[in-house]
């Protein structure tokens, strides 16, 4: 059979490596929410950007002649 002791330890180091992986989950899962709430607030930066060219566009216009040549030609 199993020495008693040999089996605590057994269990201790496992308990041990529970612990250890509980702790790497929880600061994986922040680094998620912190890369999430990064990647929102770059879409949101994105749609401003994006709202606004268009506006500089939408009041540009498109003109009505065509440019004529420059003076070399």
Do not use: C, F
């Not at 020495?3 to 529970?18: G, H, K, Y």
């Not at 994986?28 to 709430?37: F, G, H």
């Amino acid at each position: 059979m199993t020495d008693p002791d040999s089996l605590s330890s057994r269990i201790e180091a496992l308990e041990v490596r529970v612990a250890y992986q509980d702790k790497v989950i929880d600061e994986l899962n922040q680094a998620v929410i912190d890369q999430w709430k990064k990647i929102d607030a770059l879409r949101r930066h994105l749609a401003e950007v994006l709202d606004r060219v268009q506006e500089v566009e939408d009041s540009a216009g498109s003109p009505a002649a065509p440019e004529p040549p420059p003076p070399h030609y």
